[in-house]
């Protein structure tokens, strides 16, 4: 069983960026596919990207702005936000399910979940 922290959220103006970390606890991190989800008030959770064994994808709508990384010897899963703008404003979630077919990109998808960190960005 893997166990989900995230860090790095908190407040920041339009244009700046952040670093989210997923730290994971468990021996079987490299076994997993690993997502980020955000959920803004009043809004669905909503997909933003995920990794699998090395290959990142993305929610279209945020590609070339964010980018997903993974380190196992860390156990650590990152999601790096630049450009932020004030839309991007909500908690943001990582999640985590074993390696397998199709392309993970909803939250019924997920096994695991952190219990998320707040971003808030500024205009």
């Known amino acids: 069983q893997v166990q989900l922290v995230e860090s790095g959220g908190g407040s920041v103006q339009a244009g700046g960026s952040l670093r989210l970390s997923c730290a994971a606890s468990?021996?079987?991190?490299?076994?997993?596919?690993m997502g980020w989800f955000r959920q803004a008030p009043g809004k669905d959770r909503e997909f933003v990207g995920r990794?699998?064994?090395?290959?990142?994808y993305y929610a279209s709508s945020l590609k070339g702005r964010f980018t997903i990384s993974r380190d196992n010897d860390k156990n650590t899963v990152y999601l790096q936000m630049n450009s932020l703008k004030p839309e991007d404003t909500a908690v943001y979630f990582c999640?985590?399910?074993?390696?397998?077919?199709?392309?993970?990109?909803?939250?019924?998808?997920?096994?695991?979940w952190g219990q998320g960190t707040q971003v808030t960005v500024s205009s």
């Open positions: 999640a985590a399910r074993p390696l397998g077919l199709g392309l993970a990109v909803r939250p019924v998808d997920y096994d695991l």
């Open positions: 468990g021996r079987t991190f490299s076994n997993y596919v």
């Open positions: 990794i699998g064994v090395s290959t990142p």
